[in-house]
């Protein structure tokens, strides 16, 4: 059975950083790109990173640019988002998601697999 499992998230005050991870298990997932998306209350499923399979190809949204980092590590299977200068508009449920192929990675459709979510809370 193929999973993604977020960990990482949280509580923290604005300003502060967190470090979600997530982790693949059931298949490799060296050759695939890597997204991270989130989700606030009442909103659409938005955006927020993206990386394709070595790591040297990063894309990001314009919201979290300069704040967030995305990064990767293929022997352990793990896709990594730092987080940092946490904003209370940050606050929603981050997704980590596969996807076979780099491009459009910033789209929600094309990412075949998708985490449960990890709670971020940002307090003002």
């Known amino acids: 059975q193929v999973q993604l499992v977020e960990s990482g998230g949280g509580l923290v005050q604005a300003g502060g950083s967190l470090r979600l991870s997530c982790a693949a298990s059931?298949?490799?997932?060296?050759?695939?790109?890597k997204g991270w998306f989130r989700q606030a209350p009442g909103k659409e499923r938005e955006f927020v990173a993206a990386?394709?399979?070595?790591?040297?190809?990063?894309n990001y949204a314009d919201s979290v640019k300069g704040r967030f980092a995305i990064s990767r590590d293929n022997a352990k299977n793990t896709v990594y988002l730092q987080m940092s200068g946490l904003k209370p508009e940050d606050t929603a449920v981050y997704y980590c998601?596969?996807?076979?192929?780099?491009?459009?990675?910033?789209?929600?459709?094309?990412?075949?697999?998708w985490g449960q979510g990890t709670q971020v809370t940002v307090s003002s």
């Open positions: 059931g298949r490799t997932f060296i050759s695939y790109a």
């Open positions: 998601a596969a996807r076979p192929d780099y491009s459009s990675s910033y789209s929600v459709t094309g990412y075949d697999y």
């Open positions: 990386v394709n399979w070595s790591g040297r190809r990063t």
